[in-house]
T-cell receptor, first 117, second 119 residues
């Protein structure tokens, strides 16, 4: 079974600094996908970035980049130039094949990020 | 594009009553919809997966008779919490997925969530 581990329940970062949120995963599948979502206090889940297991390049989306180390089974999210609006809960998730159609996501426990002045 | 709506955004109901939550994909056809439950400060826990026109697949430990899921069309899924109790109070989130050309990596598009409070 797939498993996602986020070991940082809470993180603080100064505005304009970079921050790394850790995520490790465990799977026996060769083909899988890794996602990062942001959940502000309003509750909506905001998609940030995706990394496929066969992608050779690390994914980047604006200020977000994913540090994908396949051998270590880690997929850390790096947020550069942090902004106050980045304060939120961040979830790492893995897509697993689902025989019934669609693709199930397994979520980590999340990291609460607080950006300070 | 890829917008998913949920209605209502919040609901308060009395213990013993039933409440229905709707999840709609507004600009795409969702082959699969997922229902999650989230307690405060915790992760999303998948409750069930539904495909249009077929019975939902429930995760282990989720009561099928209590959480009724109907995926009536490619754009609508409903979750009915029957005989609600205070312990059912939670944040319920749906998501929709498509295997069409809308996305290349089968992304799930999330609704804004429904906060249920049972008194």
């Amino acid at each position: 079974a797939q498993k996602i581990t986020q070991t940082q329940p809470g993180m603080f970062v100064q505005e304009k600094e970079a921050v790394t949120l850790d995520c490790t995963y465990d799977t026996s599948d060769q083909s899988y996908g890794l996602f990062w979502y942001k959940q502000p206090s309003s509750g909506e889940m905001i998609f940030l970035i995706y990394q496929g297991s066969y992608d050779e390049q690390n994914a980047t989306e604006g200020r977000y980049s994913l540090n994908f180390q396949k051998a270590r089974k880690s997929a850390n999210l790096v947020i550069s130039a942090s902004q106050l609006g980045d304060s939120a809960m961040y979830f790492c998730a893995m897509r697993e094949p689902f025989t019934g159609g669609g693709n199930k996501l397994t979520f980590g426990t999340g990291t609460q990020l607080k950006v300070e002045l | 594009g890829a917008v998913v709506s949920q209605h209502p955004s919040w609901v308060i109901c009395k213990s013993g009553t039933s409440v229905k939550i709707e999840c709609r994909s507004l600009d795409f056809q969702a082959t699969t919809m997922f229902w999650y439950r989230q307690f405060p400060k915790q992760s999303l826990m998948l409750m069930a997966t539904s495909n249009e026109g077929s019975k939902a697949t429930y995760e282990q430990g989720v009561e099928k008779d209590k959480f009724l899921i109907n995926h009536a069309s490619l754009t609508l899924s409903t979750l009915t919490v029957t005989s609600a109790h205070p312990e059912d109070s939670s944040f319920y989130i749906c998501s929709a997925s498509t295997t069409g050309t809308h996305t290349t990596f089968y992304e799930q598009y999330f609704g804004p969530g429904t906060r249920l409070t049972v008194t």
